[in-house]
């Protein structure tokens, strides 16, 4: 039983009975477990040298008495090394395991990308990356599902609660299905980051950014035959899928979820008016487009650069935009530029 501590069977006898003894000496743990005075003394000092016994304490009329130390004390700080020493045996083994991944898809392009064919095999490549993830999950979630509907993504909620994050686009027929704004919502009070685009390009999930599902026949054909989606290991053409998502993220409107429980943003998209800019929000952003800095800026608007950078990220927050590149985009996508 403690053998993942250090400690050998018959050592754990030894320290099992100090333990209901409270203590003992070399003749009675030798008696008490009909071992040889000898081999008893032996046990009892490598007990000592691993931290379970103290002693020996002389008593009169007596030999050396070991008593035992506190359980939780003793074996508590090994146990946590032996933990330690296993995470690091368990990422030695996954950097091997990678290493042998790739030697072999260097020599194999076809280890590059898997075919899946199925609804129930692909059902179980969705669930095992969502459930292998360790820090973050892209989705680009277009309108007519190929193996398994949206709304059946219980796993989700499972590893936003172990804290990986979720990064989610939504296509704006997808959302226009019954039922689909709840559970959107419901993602988003979960933990779920997610934005909303007039249109896709493509299903798409990517896992830590080192493997990806996309589907290989539109969902629209699927009904002439199984459906297949293609597993993409780390390569360039997962670099390719990874920065087709992020340019659909910085283009797509977030979502949030309102006090009264509803799901809004939905009218903030490309292709959107979006909430029109005020006069002097629009002198900004022109001036933000003519390549001035903040300083520049606002000596021109005759107001703090301090003032000029919180309006900027108003504008931003607005949008979505993690970046003043972004926010010019979208800008000229709502046709706020001049």
């Not at 103290?54 to 508590?76: I, N």
């Not at 260097?106 to 609804?119: F, I, K, S, Y």
């Not at 609660?161 to 296509?171: L, P």
Request: hydrophobic fraction near 45%; proline fraction near 5%.
């Amino acid at each position: 039983m403690l053998e993942p501590a250090g400690v050998e069977p018959t050592e754990e006898r030894v320290y099992r009975l100090l333990v209901g003894l409270h203590g003992a000496d070399a003749e009675t743990v030798a008696a008490e477990l009909g071992l040889d005075r000898r081999r008893a003394e032996s046990l009892l000092t490598s007990l000592q040298e691993k931290g379970l016994v103290s002693g020996p304490e002389q008593r009169p009329g007596g030999g050396g008495h070991f008593v035992p130390v506190a359980p939780d004390v003793a074996l508590g700080p090994r146990l946590l090394r032996g933990q330690e020493a296993l995470e690091r045996a368990r990422r030695g083994v996954a950097e091997l395991a990678e290493e042998f991944r790739a030697g072999g898809r260097r020599r194999d392009a076809r280890q590059l990308v898997e075919v899946v064919t199925g609804v129930a095999a692909i059902r179980q490549q969705i669930r095992d990356l969502a459930y292998g993830s360790r820090t973050e999950v892209l989705a680009l979630c277009k309108a007519g599902h190929v193996a398994m509907p949206s709304e059946d993504n219980d796993e989700e909620f499972e590893m936003l609660a172990k804290g990986v994050r979720y990064r989610v686009i939504y296509e704006r027929a997808l959302l226009e299905e019954p039922g689909m704004l709840g559970n959107v919502a419901l993602g988003v009070r979960a933990g779920e980051a997610a934005r909303a685009a007039s249109a896709l390009p493509v299903r798409l999930m990517i896992a830590d950014g080192a493997l990806a599902l996309c589907p290989l026949v539109p969902s629209a054909d699927s009904r002439f035959g199984e459906p297949t989606v293609a597993v993409v290991r780390s390569s360039a053409l997962l670099d390719a899928l990874i920065a087709l998502f992020e340019s659909q993220w910085a283009a797509a409107s977030p979502l949030h979820v309102t006090g009264a429980g509803e799901l809004a943003g939905l009218g903030e998209g490309p292709g959107a008016a979006g909430p029109a800019l005020a006069e002097d929000e629009r002198y900004l952003l022109s001036l933000v487009v003519a390549g001035l800095a903040d300083k520049a800026i606002a000596t021109q608007l005759g107001i703090s650069q301090r003032t000029v950078q919180r309006r900027l990220r108003d504008m931003m927050g607005r949008v979505g935009a993690d970046t003043r590149a972004q926010l010019v985009w979208q800008a000229a996508r709502r046709d706020w530029l001049p």
